[in-house]
């Protein structure tokens, strides 16, 4: 039995975590999990996983559900996260928070030499120095949750890394793929937030439609994979069939196919090394789809995958900054305060204005992050006048 404390549980990668836990009883059991300010999610949860400690962000969202619930402890805020990662009692931490937030309690658990199943990008995008140093430092192990580095782990399995020529991510292209640059300046979030493949997060989905998700997929591929830029590939792949591929020395291309349901990725971040059945939707009927479709990640359409090339590469304080400025930029977009293309101009701009610095802590990366973010919020306040 694999006991798990999941964080971000009332998203959308949470709420399927909590799916396959109830999918395989005598496999998986929740020991906590914590939700943002959706308590109404942490009440469902509670009625089929009687926990003892929850953690909530807010106080007063603590406060009410402690009086419904006298028998579970609720704790709350970044305390409350490293409280539940910091618990001696469970097996693996699933990491299913959205942002920078979700760094410190992926460092925290792995110091309590805590296996992690990761959903957030930027612990590895912003983070990824520190999380590798600290998983040697404690011999403990990160698991993909992300779908298309779900893909690669699996492709690699029973071949030797030495052997790997090159990574191919894949990437459906987003929900404006069929527009063309300058189509793409009043597109609105709705239109954004109408994904055709997957379903996901509203940030995650903008990320798609701009390609910066992408352009933290290559980033965390390099620091799972252990492999350089210049073996990461990109190719746009319409029908979201194809998860990633791992091309090899010998010329073979491994490529791991399936429904997008992202399921089967958590649960395989939890079974590894063995395959267990799963109730997704539907099954993958390749003679009913028949027909595949490849295309060249057009940089000059998607400028982010070259800026994310050109950060990732120095590295450093880079990758924060990239970061902090398409939180604030994604989240203006969402609140209809700036364009879609203006998420471009602010991720440029950031980059281009910020000073290299190394980083060895993280106290460092959120002296960064709350920098980049408010000067962000400078330029987003001008774009809007
Ligand atoms: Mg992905």
Redesign the pocket.
């Given at each position: 039995m694999k006991r798990l404390v999941l964080l971000g549980a009332s998203g959308s990668i949470g709420l399927q975590t909590a799916d396959v836990v109830r999918q395989h009883p005598s496999l998986f059991s929740l020991r906590a999990f914590g939700v943002g300010r959706n308590i109404q999610a942490a009440r469902e949860l509670l009625d089929q996983f009687p926990v003892d400690i929850v953690s909530v962000q807010e106080q007063e969202d603590a406060d009410i559900l402690q009086k419904e619930y006298p028998h579970t402890r609720f704790v709350h805020g970044r305390e409350g996260m490293n409280t539940l990662v910091s618990l001696p009692d469970y097996d693996v931490f699933v990491n299913a928070l959205v942002g920078f937030a979700g760094l410190e309690p992926t460092l925290t658990a792995i110091r309590h030499g805590h296996d992690v199943a990761l959903a957030n990008k930027e612990s590895l995008v912003v983070g990824g120095e520190l999380v590798y140093r600290e998983l040697n430092n404690y011999g403990v192990s990160l698991y993909p949750i992300?779908?298309?580095?779900s893909a690669i782990f699996q492709c690699l399995q029973g071949n030797r890394h030495q052997d790997v020529r090159r990574l191919i991510i894949t990437a459906s292209g987003g929900s404006f793929r069929r527009l063309s640059r300058s189509e793409l300046k009043n597109v609105t979030v709705r239109d954004a937030l109408a994904h055709p493949n997957w379903s996901m997060g509203a940030k995650i989905t903008i990320d798609s439609a701009t390609m910066m998700?992408k352009g933290f997929?290559i980033m965390e591929a390099h620091w799972l994979f252990d492999m350089p830029y210049n073996k990461i590939d990109t190719v746009i792949h319409e029908e979201s069939i194809v998860h990633s591929m791992v091309e090899y020395i010998d010329g073979a291309v491994i490529a791991q196919m399936g429904v997008a349901d992202m399921r089967l990725p958590i649960q395989y971040a939890l079974s590894w090394p063995v395959r267990l059945p799963i109730d997704l939707q539907g099954k993958l009927d390749l003679t009913e789809i028949g027909t595949l479709h490849f295309r060249r990640m057009d940089e000059e359409r998607y400028p982010l995958i070259p800026l994310t090339y050109r950060v990732a590469e120095k590295g450093g304080s880079l990758p924060a900054v990239l970061n902090a400025a398409n939180e604030a930029a994604n989240l203006a977009f969402r609140k209809e305060r700036i364009g879609f293309t203006d998420i471009e101009d602010l991720l440029k701009e950031a980059i281009d204005q910020a000073e290299y610095k190394e980083i060895s802590t993280l106290e460092e990366l959120i002296e960064t992050d709350i920098r980049t973010r408010e000067e962000t919020e400078i330029k987003i306040r001008r774009m809007e006048k």
């Amino acid at each position: 039995m694999k006991r798990l404390v999941l964080l971000g549980a009332s998203g959308s990668i949470g709420l399927q975590t909590a799916d396959v836990v109830r999918q395989h009883p005598s496999l998986f059991s929740l020991r906590a999990f914590g939700v943002g300010r959706n308590i109404q999610a942490a009440r469902e949860l509670l009625d089929q996983f009687p926990v003892d400690i929850v953690s909530v962000q807010e106080q007063e969202d603590a406060d009410i559900l402690q009086k419904e619930y006298p028998h579970t402890r609720f704790v709350h805020g970044r305390e409350g996260m490293n409280t539940l990662v910091s618990l001696p009692d469970y097996d693996v931490f699933v990491n299913a928070l959205v942002g920078f937030a979700g760094l410190e309690p992926t460092l925290t658990a792995i110091r309590h030499g805590h296996d992690v199943a990761l959903a957030n990008k930027e612990s590895l995008v912003v983070g990824g120095e520190l999380v590798y140093r600290e998983l040697n430092n404690y011999g403990v192990s990160l698991y993909p949750i992300d779908s298309e580095h779900s893909a690669i782990f699996q492709c690699l399995q029973g071949n030797r890394h030495q052997d790997v020529r090159r990574l191919i991510i894949t990437a459906s292209g987003g929900s404006f793929r069929r527009l063309s640059r300058s189509e793409l300046k009043n597109v609105t979030v709705r239109d954004a937030l109408a994904h055709p493949n997957w379903s996901m997060g509203a940030k995650i989905t903008i990320d798609s439609a701009t390609m910066m998700n992408k352009g933290f997929e290559i980033m965390e591929a390099h620091w799972l994979f252990d492999m350089p830029y210049n073996k990461i590939d990109t190719v746009i792949h319409e029908e979201s069939i194809v998860h990633s591929m791992v091309e090899y020395i010998d010329g073979a291309v491994i490529a791991q196919m399936g429904v997008a349901d992202m399921r089967l990725p958590i649960q395989y971040a939890l079974s590894w090394p063995v395959r267990l059945p799963i109730d997704l939707q539907g099954k993958l009927d390749l003679t009913e789809i028949g027909t595949l479709h490849f295309r060249r990640m057009d940089e000059e359409r998607y400028p982010l995958i070259p800026l994310t090339y050109r950060v990732a590469e120095k590295g450093g304080s880079l990758p924060a900054v990239l970061n902090a400025a398409n939180e604030a930029a994604n989240l203006a977009f969402r609140k209809e305060r700036i364009g879609f293309t203006d998420i471009e101009d602010l991720l440029k701009e950031a980059i281009d204005q910020a000073e290299y610095k190394e980083i060895s802590t993280l106290e460092e990366l959120i002296e960064t992050d709350i920098r980049t973010r408010e000067e962000t919020e400078i330029k987003i306040r001008r774009m809007e006048k």
